[in-house]
């Protein structure tokens, strides 16, 4: 497949849309603020990530030789991302009455079995925040002269002191800064920590010696000093959920206008990265996408309700990235029944060796799909020309698997990894083992063709009982399905 289109990204530093011009010639240098370890990740967290994985995907595609760093903060995140709050880390260790690094080890290998089931791409770093507390009090000390005061709970950052602080978030009134807690001694109401002090007479499971004594640092300083590290300053692109646009990514740029000595934000590069690129919220109207709530809505918990993870990544594909997406169980039941009418449209090419993906019947399919995912990775269009392409009729079939091939690794699907019989999963409280379902459907089967319909019409209502819908007559061959 060709591209002769040029990938144009909405940049939210500027709140508009522009090419995309790499800062290093043929390279793409990537930041996306990873988890904070001390829960695990409901799926609006992994909307993040799957977005993340799309722009990943597609500067692959394009030519770039992409460098990805995702962080995993394990201190330093309050309950109040202004600075208010306990440390969630510590607080989440003393519910627990566990070792805040055994917190930190649990959440963290949850959160990476959820990157590997949505089918998405390792970065080239994963960067942990209490391996460069040495460098973030470096970075704090560079600074601290000029745009930094000390007060009894720890190091301030001086909004004053940077051009266009909150341009990112346009809050630029106090009204906007309104909600953030005050502290004893803030010279604006925006300031933020860079360094907290361990209160005295307390002890931190994770604190570290510094110039302003013991503590750890804010929040808003891993960032930093972790992307700056890892990629150089300025590097292409940072991206986050627009969670991050208020408070976190405004502060990260403060920091990164300091540390770098540059001016105000007319120029994009002068905030760290070029491109600052946010993902819209998943919406779930009965509020059981918070944490706080009990069964909060986590990957295991569409898995243990028959849903296979990629009928999530589909989901999230069906609707741009910078648009709200409504959760709803119908609506992840629909991406899953769109995602086996492809896995079975790909089945059909099982065994066809990729040839040249050029044919004229394919050619307006690939320009649709390139201009789609070059205008702002706008994935439910490319998702449909896929979906053409599976569907085209009259094709040599090496040139239809090259060019699913060559989508899907952009999509990011699985469509040649994934069977039919992968994606019928067992939910958790089914009361029948799948081998008993097929035996009964086996037995149905031969009621049937013997014409005994009374036996048959018992097998079925048997097997409602125990929550198995069975399907007759279903034109994707799917015999059954658990309820």
Known sequence: MTDAHALTLFNSLTRQLEPFQPVHEGEARVYSCGPTVYNY????????????????????????????????????????????????????????????????????????????????????????????????????????????????????????????????????????????????GKRNAADFAIWRKTPAGEKRQMEWDSPWGPGAPGWHLECSVMSGKLLGFPFDIHTGGIDHREIHHPNEIAQN????????????????????????????????????????????????????????????????????????????????????????????????????PSHPKLAAMIETFEKAMSDDLNTPVALTALEDVLAAKKVDPAAKRAVVEAMDAVLGLDLFGTSRADLRLRPKSAAISETEIEAALAARKEARAAKDFAASDALRDELAAKGVEVMDGDPLGWEWKLG
């Open 257 to 356: 206008q300091a540390f770098c000595c540059t001016n105000g934000l007319d120029i994009p590069a002068n905030s760290g990265a070029r491109v600052w690129m946010h993902n819209n919220f998943l919406v779930e109207r009965s509020g059981k996408m918070s944490k706080s709530s009990g069964e909060f809505l986590r990957l295991q918990l569409l898995i243990d309700k028959g849903y296979h993870p990629l009928a999530y990544r589909m989901m999230c594909l069906q609707a741009h990235y910078r648009s709200e997406l409504e959760f709803s169980w119908d609506g992840l039941g629909a991406a899953l029944t769109r995602l086996k009418r492809m896995i079975m449209a790909a089945e059909r090419l099982a065994g066809v060796e990729a040839g040249s």
């Open 41 to 184: 990740p409901h799926i609006g967290n992994m909307r993040a990530y799957v977005f993340a994985d799309i722009l990943g995907r597609t500067l692959s595609h394009k030519g770039y030789k992409l460098t990805h760093v995702i962080n995993i903060t394990d201190v330093g995140h309050l309950t109040d991302d202004a600075d208010a709050g306990e440390d969630k880390m510590e607080k989440m260790a003393a519910e627990k009455a566990q070792s805040i690094w055994d917190i930190a080890r649990h959440y963290t290998e949850a959160y990476w079995a959820d990157i590997a089931a949505l089918n998405i791409r390792q970065p080239a770093q994963w960067s942990v925040a209490t391996e460069y507390v040495p460098q973030m009090i470096e970075f704090a000390t560079q600074i601290a002269d000029k745009h930094c005061y000390e007060i009894d709970s720890g190091l301030y950052f001086d909004v004053s002191t940077v051009a266009d602080y909150g341009r990112l978030a346009r809050a630029v009134t106090e009204e906007g800064e309104g909600r953030i807690e005050a502290v004893d």
